[in-house]
């Protein structure tokens, strides 16, 4: 497969990971979600879950199997995040590398396109769901009310590129 292949989500958010309804889960038959942590459930210079992801994280896990997998290599910071929302944990993942994100499917114990890697990154996130053969989902990134917009953010980069390939990032939903 290329990379272009590779890179293209399956679902493309227009919001961020909270827009993920348990009626998108059943449309497209998703039992469990790998979800990454920086930019998706919690802005990177933040160390508290927001009342919305939280609420959101009551609602979805009554439909769905939850890991958090993160390649922030900080345990304490990641930790901290699983414990407030109750989910299990991987960190220091090396996304796209496929060891730490096939070991949150494993115990899950569902077939892995079932399984959805959901993320706010192309060339981590996306491809590696990817190249698990999961279902694939970019998220707008979660950013704080009161940073100031980086226009030059590899996230833009890793659009641009991407996008350059020929991956459609039209909203999907
Ligand atoms: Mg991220």
Known sequence: MNLEAHLQPNLVLD???????????QKYQIKGLVLDVD???VPI??????PEVLDWIVEIRQVSALWLVSNNISQSRIAA????VDVPYLFGARKPSRRKVRQAVEQMQLPQNQVAMVGDRLFTDVLVGNRLGMFSILVEP?????ATPRPYSLRNVEVALSQWLGVSLK???
């Open 171 to 173: 909203i999907t939903q």
């Open 81 to 84: 995040i699983a414990q407030a």
């Open 45 to 50: 210079r933040e160390q508290k879950v927001s």
């Open 39 to 41: 930019e998706t459930l």
């Open 15 to 25: 919001g961020p990971v909270t827009r993920l309804t348990p009626e998108i889960l």
């Open 142 to 146: 979660m950013i704080s009310p009161t």
